[in-house]
């Protein structure tokens, strides 16, 4: 269900008591809830007798009759609860409340102390001074509140005291009791989402944690942001068969074709089928690379429409000084099948390729792919068209600086 407006709607009731509205229909000249708002829907209400009135968030179901139930009452004449309604008719309409209204107003805030947010403080950025003291900042009760309702903090002093951020009672915020802003310029935002406080920032928190040891529960500054900027973990590196050249010996033929219908232009390396063939590319690897094992996966294609193709690749890293012609290290393979004729082909990825040589920060290496066509397991009958390769490298930096 979700919260819903709509002009134009109002409806009488006769219910009595502090129940769900039984709805009488359409006023002259409105519409229906059902109508404008929608069953299962929620609306914000007002329903007044012309002597006490109660406004709030109800949900609206068809039926006979259709109803309103009213969910939260955010006002009434009977201090905030359910009024006790007696006989006769009650007007039933749909509005725009002052809570809803603040939301959508902006206010800044500077606090040097304990503070309480209140219920109307909607969308209020709070400028936290901790100089003196560290401090916390008490959200409202979720029930006071409606869903969006959202607040930003920012630690504006340099001072070691932090700023907490703090939910009321036993509410947390996605789980955790505090957030605590402790360096400067960090900043937090906060949402009620209907059910709990949420933040909205919660990658953010994660990637300052892994990465440059912001402690959990804080987001990073500016300057985490920039040293952030790039995640660590595994990434991918795609090189097309334009950035290959064939080996001199026992190189691929180099191929060039256009598609019949939409004249799709592919550059390949075409690959035998008995002689093991071999093309090379080099990469100056990322400083954030961490010298480990990498994998492969192939990107090919074939006229032939049935067989199996056996890919490999070897590489060798060379450092700075080192003689450009150095040893490979061991190979890894991986059987891949045609699907169809004339089909793009995406392998599987290998097993962990080791780089020969001592792979070192930002190594020039040499990769080496090459279709094993004396291999039994290789059963396709005809060349065998690389399009390209992706890489899947480990980074351990957040980036190359």
């Excluded at 789980?175 to 605590?180: D, I, K, N, S």
């Excluded at 060798?316 to 080192?322: C, E, L, P, R």
């Amino acid at each position: 269900m979700a919260l819903r407006y709509a002009n134009r709607v109002k409806e009488t009731s006769t219910t009595t008591g502090t129940s769900t509205l039984n709805l009488g229909g359409a006023s002259t000249g409105f519409q229906t809830f059902v109508a404008g708002i929608g069953t299962t829907n929620k609306s914000y209400y007002v329903v007044t007798d012309n002597t006490d009135w109660e406004a709030g968030i109800g949900t609206v179901t068809s039926g006979s009759p259709d109803t309103l139930a009213r969910d939260t009452v955010l006002a009434s004449s009977n201090g905030g609860a359910k009024v006790n309604w007696g006989s006769g008719t009650k007007d039933v309409f749909s509005m725009f409340p002052g809570e809803a209204i603040g939301s959508l107003m902006k206010d800044v805030e500077s606090v040097a102390g304990a503070t309480t947010v209140e219920a109307g403080a909607n969308g209020t950025l709070f400028l936290g001074d901790a100089t003196s003291a560290a401090f916390t900042i008490t959200l409202p009760a979720g029930a006071d509140v409606l869903t969006g309702f959202t607040i930003y903090v920012k630690k504006t002093d340099a001072s070691a005291n932090a700023v907490t951020i703090d939910g009321a009672g036993a509410e947390t915020i996605d789980g955790v009791a505090t957030l605590v802003l402790s360096e400067e310029d960090k900043i937090e935002a906060v949402t009620w989402n209907g059910t709990e406080w949420s933040r909205l920032t919660p990658t953010l928190g994660t990637v300052a944690a892994k990465n440059t040891g912001t402690a959990a529960g804080e987001v990073p500054t500016n300057a985490d942001l920039s040293a952030t900027a790039d995640l660590q973990g595994k990434k991918a590196l795609s090189i097309p068969a334009s950035g290959m050249i064939a080996r001199i010996t026992n190189g691929p033929s180099s191929g060039s074709t256009e598609t019949t219908t939409n004249k799709i232009m592919a550059r390949t390396w075409d690959y035998d089928d008995t002689t093991v063939e071999r093309a090379q590319f080099t990469i100056v690897m990322p400083k954030s690379w961490n010298e480990g094992a990498i994998t492969v996966r192939f990107v090919w294609t074939a006229t032939p429409a049935t067989g199996d193709v056996v890919w490999g690749m070897r590489a060798v890293a060379i450092s700075d000084d080192d003689p450009l012609d150095a040893a490979f290290g061991a190979a890894v393979e991986i059987v891949d099948s045609v699907t169809a004729a004339d089909d793009l082909m995406h392998s599987g990825e290998t097993s962990a390729m080791i780089i020969g040589g001592t792979p070192a920060e930002s190594d020039f290496v040499v990769f080496e792919p090459y279709r094993s066509g004396a291999n039994g397991l290789d059963t396709l009958v005809g060349d065998a068209r690389l399009l390209g390769v992706q890489l899947f490298i480990t980074t351990d930096a957040g980036n190359d600086a």
